[in-house]
């Protein structure tokens, strides 16, 4: 692990705070188009937002009391980078875990229908954000590693996947809404929503427990 140059640590932490700003409007923004979309993609989505706000918050507190302002010993720096990597593995894996849930209680139910265009344009600025902070927290890893900003990069990742799925499940709602095929891409697309995002924050566990043995 390096250690990072004054201007290295404003620019993440400035990066940091826009991922962050861009994130405390997701969940109100997507909870509107689950009203409008009764999708269980899209109230999967919610979910999944909702959840990584908070880890996201974490992130950046840690990184800024790690690196910025009042100088911390080694081993309080280890600990906080530590509560950053679980807490985006348990944001991740709990949502995962949320959206399996309300897939499955939802299956047999939900017909696929009202107003999806909401959502699938929020998941189409998505995956473009999101594959842009994917690739910058991608470089600045290269550039001189720092745990938390490695747990965005894989944060950006999953969310990057989680936004194709999403347009999938919706476009093919947009398209045939009444095609019985229909109903149940919704419903695997929040399957893949759930197996990615468990699978991630696994990935997540194990790469924060790897480096605390590193360290």
């Known amino acids: 692990m390096g250690i990072l140059s004054d201007k290295q ?57 790690t690196e910025k302002g009042s100088k911390v010993s080694a081993h309080k720096k280890e600990k906080l980078e530590k509560l950053a990597g679980f807490s985006m593995a348990i944001s991740m894996g709990l949502s995962g875990t949320i959206v399996l849930v309300v897939t499955i209680a939802r299956i047999t139910t939900f017909e696929p229908g009202g107003n999806v265009y909401p959502g699938l344009a929020i998941a189409v600025l998505g995956i473009m954000v999101n594959t842009l902070f994917w690739r910058r927290y991608t470089r600045m890893t290269k550039e001189c590693y720092n745990p938390v900003i490695d747990y965005q990069r894989l944060l950006y990742r999953a969310k990057a996947f989680v936004d194709f799925c999403v347009i999938i499940a919706l476009g093919s709602i947009a398209a045939a809404p009444n095609l019985p095929a229909t109903h149940y891409i919704d419903a695997l697309g929040s399957l893949a929503v759930a197996g990615y995002l468990i699978w991630s924050g696994v990935r997540t566990l194990k790469t924060t427990k790897k480096r605390s043995l590193i360290v």
């Open 9 to 65: 640590i404003a620019r993440r932490e400035k990066t940091l705070i826009a991922t962050l700003l861009l994130s405390v409007w997701a969940p109100i923004v997507t909870a509107i188009a689950v009203v409008l979309s009764q999708s269980s993609t899209q109230l999967a989505d919610f979910i999944r937002r909702s959840v990584e706000f908070i880890a996201l918050f974490i992130s950046w507190l840690v990184f800024r009391h």
